[in-house]
């Protein structure tokens, strides 16, 4: 459980009373209350009105606040605050404001608008939040720490620029070694004074690409080490706060909201520092339930499948996709019951009232603009409250069973991302998530893990577009395929070093030996240009058709040991008849090797072959698209929640009796769920 002291589903969200007068609190009291809130997440962005200047510190309205919740009942996620300094701070001390990767200085506005690297934005961080751990780390209302708001801004300044060369003296102790991992003699770059190296922006090494527009560098290994850099430099601002924080009260535990797959943070690093991780999701329109549930799962493997907290979604609608669609009747609800189902225990919102000003006006709340209880969302809000009371302590603290796993690594993304070719067209998380969804129509159960996690637990594991292979991942794949284990990588796997260096010899480098493979070279086209994936012989039992079409890269394949298969070959090119799926037995274990960007049919119906194969069984048989089903764990006891995402009945067969922890009724063998409906199944 999160913080024993709310044994319940937390149930709330952002408030931000200070934008109202205090007729309006009593109102949102009653209002929260009529909706079973039971938890308030206040103070985020209120350091100008705390500091009103240098030496003035005023905590009146947030001791109000705080009392006034506390005593109806609705406990506190507080926040620090500190995601936008006062005005005045940065009109004092102008090294607070970053600097843009244009190398523009910005002034004072908006939000995660400072330097992470700037001692004043620390010293004075720390200060305020020295205060409030001091005044409120043991209130009782107060059970988790929400520090700052979803950072993520890099910076280019000169502070930063001067701690950059410190870093990497650290790290690589002469000029020479920087010079070779960075391969500076690629266009007459060499370094021979840590003074001229420079951060890396758009008046240097980064450009707009003239064809596609995109960013894109010039210096891959001083880029991807800038990224590490500045990931660090934001996470030692968090960790500024939560080392304060635990000095006065080690038991409440700390977050602060991640944000799925945000590029800039490298997250798995972060879930290290946090107590519990928390993370704001914001569907889009063209997103279907299996993308959101792919964000659900990386936000849960961030810590090793611990209990997370949905710490915003709207009720409604954004203010800030380019079409704000509204969340549908009863979609709100089944998103909740997803986060839950995914490993949440929280449902909470952005925000509890609708803003009068400012950008967010337009983003839904769970009190609108109309001011009260009688509009739809409010009554939808309403009723998703009393449920998720009634559930009680229920599924708290349950885990996701899953046995299967796909690879994701922050660092991998940065490096492939960043490379000049082969394809402008590879985008690093939509390709992980195409495994992911393979795996998830499976019924497979699936977890997302970094590359220091566990393999072990697995039956299979699915790493795509492993571009990077740092040191110690060789050996962790071998000695997990050596005992049994499942594996499968793709093209693009197995390049290059940590310092996005070629490993030489024959790509995939050191995937070479377990998958049995040479890739000789790899083709690109345009994405409308399309190859096709041949079903061999032995394997056609157990796919639908004879070919499914690929695109984007096409790796030409040598097979290279005696142990290996090709189970799909190309249609057309001159790389007709020649491997593009292949597998080989490695010692227990299997490892496959897929050379292109597969259709989502094929995917779908390979990983089948895999599972029937490798006898993985799946969590449930025949489950139509539309149907989610995951399993959480506790004590011994299984709940498994069922969610039709679609507008139609679908029909599942849930084996033996089962009895459903919402409604209480008892089911049993083929039943079926309506749309946007949920069942949450106890054995
Ligand atoms: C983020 C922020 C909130 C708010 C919402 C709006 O998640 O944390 O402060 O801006 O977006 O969707
Ligand atoms: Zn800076």
Redesign the pocket.
């Known amino acids: 459980m999160i913080n024993p002291k709310l044994p319940y589903i937390w149930y709330g969200g952002?408030y931000n009373p200070e934008q109202w007068s205090k007729d309006i609190w009593q109102e949102d009291i009653r209002l929260f209350k009529l909706a079973n809130i039971n938890i308030a997440t206040v103070n985020?962005?209120s350091w100008s009105l705390l500091q009103p200047s240098e030496d003035e510190y005023d905590f009146s309205l947030l001791d109000e606040i705080i009392e006034k919740l506390y005593e109806n009942g609705i406990y506190i996620c507080l926040a620090t605050s500190t995601a936008s300094q006062p005005h005045w701070m940065s009109v004092k001390y102008p090294e607070v404001l970053p600097v843009d990767i244009n190398g523009n200085k910005r002034s004072h506005g908006g939000r995660v608008n400072f330097c992470p690297n700037s001692k004043i934005y620390r010293y004075f961080s720390g200060k305020l939040v020295e205060k409030l751990a001091e005044r409120y780390a043991n209130h009782p209302a107060i059970v988790v720490w929400h520090i700052a708001?979803?950072y993520g801004t890099y910076c280019y300044c000169e502070t930063c620029e001067k701690e950059f060369r410190e870093w990497l003296k650290k790290k690589y102790g002469t000029l020479e070694e920087l010079n070779k991992r960075w391969y500076t003699t690629f266009w007459g770059q060499t370094i021979y004074d840590w003074n001229e190296i420079t951060v890396p922006t758009l008046r240097n090494v980064i450009f707009h690409h003239w064809i596609t527009g995109k960013l894109s560098t010039v210096a891959q290994g001083m880029v991807l080490d800038y990224y590490r850099f500045m990931n660090e430099s934001i996470l030692e601002c968090y960790l500024n706060e939560y080392r304060i924080i635990k000095k006065y009260n080690p038991n409440i535990p700390v977050t602060t909201?991640l944000?799925g797959t945000f590029k800039p943070l490298n997250y798995f690093e972060w879930a290290k520092h946090m107590d519990v991780v928390s993370w704001?999701s914001?569907p889009f329109y063209e997103d279907d339930y299996i993308n959101v549930a792919f964000r659900h799962a990386l936000m849960r493997g961030l810590k090793q499948g611990e209990p997370f907290m949905l710490m915003?979604q709207?009720p409604s609608q954004?203010?800030?996709h380019p079409y704000c669609y509204i969340k549908r009747p009863k979609v709100m609800r089944l998103l909740s019951y997803q986060a839950l189902a995914q490993g949440a225990d929280t449902v909470m919102f952005?925000?509890l009232r609708q803003s009068r000003g400012g950008p967010?006006k337009f983003?839904g709340a769970v009190i609108s603009h109309a001011g009260h209880e009688n509009t739809r969302v409010f009554r939808e809000v309403k009723e998703l409250g009393e449920e998720l009371k009634k559930l009680g302590d229920k599924i708290l603290g349950s885990k996701v069973n899953s046995q299967t796993a796909v690879l994701f690594d922050w660092e991998n993304w940065w490096a492939l991302e960043n490379s000049q070719g082969p394809s402008a067209a590879i985008n690093y998380p939509q390709g992980v998530e195409s495994y992911y969804r393979a795996l998830f129509e499976n019924q497979l159960g699936v977890d997302i893990i970094g590359i220091e996690d566990n393999f072990e637990k697995y039956k299979l594991i699915v790493a795509p577009l492993l571009y990077m292979i740092k040191p110690g991942l060789e050996e962790k794949i071998k000695n997990y395929v050596e005992k049994g284990g499942i594996f499968i990588t793709t093209t693009l796997s197995g390049i290059v070093d940590e310092n996005d260096l070629v490993y030489l010899g024959g790509y995939p480098g050191p995937l070479r030996e377990i998958l049995g493979i040479w890739v000789e070279e790899f083709d690109a086209l345009p994405p409308e240009v399309k190859n096709e994936i041949v079903i061999q012989t032995d394997y056609k039992p157990y796919f639908s058709r004879e070919s499914y079409e690929c695109n984007l890269v096409f790796d030409v394949i040598h097979m290279e040991k005696d142990t290996v298969r090709a189970i799909g070959l190309y249609k057309k090119d001159y790389y007709k008849g020649s491997p593009v799926v292949t597998v080989n037995k490695y010692r227990n274990g299997f490892a496959y090797y897929i050379g292109t960007f597969p259709s989502k049919e094929f995917l779908k119906e390979f990983i089948k072959y895999i599972s029937q194969t490798h006898k993985i069984e799946p969590l449930f048989k025949d489950v139509p698209y539309g149907i989610e089903i995951t399993q959480r764990v506790k004590d011994g006891k299984v709940f498994t929640f069922l969610l039709n995402h679609s507008e139609e009945i679908k029909t599942i067969n849930i084996g033996g009796k089962k009895k459903d922890l919402l409604t209480g009724r008892e089911y049993e063998g083929l039943i079926d769920i309506y749309p946007r409906e949920v069942l949450i199944l106890e054995d």
């Open positions: 952002d985020v962005f708001n979803e909201n944000m704001d914001y915003e709207t954004t203010n800030w952005f925000q967010e983003h």
